[in-house]
């Protein structure tokens, strides 16, 4: 029957709809440099906690800060990129998507037949 993920009405509860990516193939490459970049990002915000704690112990400690902050400061410039590359590629892949589903609309709608459209004469 239906996925524990699927509401009620047959919609996809997922991030993503994996129709889209059976529907529409060039989605497929967008989306998973989206995933890379989302977990790089995950990876570069763990190592940014790590780093601010080795910070605060070397405050605690009286040791140097120097090479700490310089590795939080290069952190947080990966994580900016990251997140504007992510942002750049959802907004390439949305559109993308959007022109493909148009494109597939025009060529469905200009293969149906024609209807004979009546006029009706209102007396």
Same mark, same amino acid.
């Given at each position: 029957?239906?996925?524990?993920?699927?509401?009620?009405?047959?919609?996809?509860?997922?991030?993503?709809?994996?129709?889209?990516?059976?529907?529409?193939?060039?989605?497929?490459?967008?989306?998973?440099?989206?995933?890379?970049?989302?977990?790089?990002?995950?990876?570069?915000?763990?190592?940014?906690?790590?780093?601010?704690?080795?910070?605060?112990?070397?405050?605690?400690? =009286?040791?140097?800060?120097?090479?700490?902050?310089? =590795?939080?400061?290069?952190?947080?410039?990966?994580?900016?990129?990251?997140?504007?590359? =992510?942002?750049?590629?959802?907004?390439?892949?949305?559109?993308?998507?959007?022109?493909?589903?148009?494109?597939?609309?025009?060529?469905?709608?200009?293969?149906?037949?024609?209807?004979?459209?009546?006029?009706?004469?209102?007396?």
């Amino acid at each position: 029957m239906s996925r524990r993920s699927d509401d009620p009405r047959g919609r996809s509860a997922r991030p993503f709809d994996p129709r889209l990516l059976r529907a529409l193939p060039a989605t497929r490459g967008p989306v998973a440099l989206l995933s890379v970049l989302g977990v790089l990002g995950g990876v570069t915000a763990v190592a940014q906690a790590v780093v601010l704690a080795l910070l605060v112990a070397q405050v605690v400690g =009286g040791g140097p800060l120097g090479p700490v902050l310089a =590795g939080l400061v290069a952190l947080l410039i990966l994580r900016g990129a990251l997140a504007g590359a =992510g942002e750049y590629v959802a907004r390439r892949a949305g559109q993308r998507v959007s022109g493909q589903v148009r494109l597939a609309v025009l060529r469905r709608w200009s293969a149906a037949p024609r209807r004979s459209v009546r006029r009706r004469t209102w007396r």
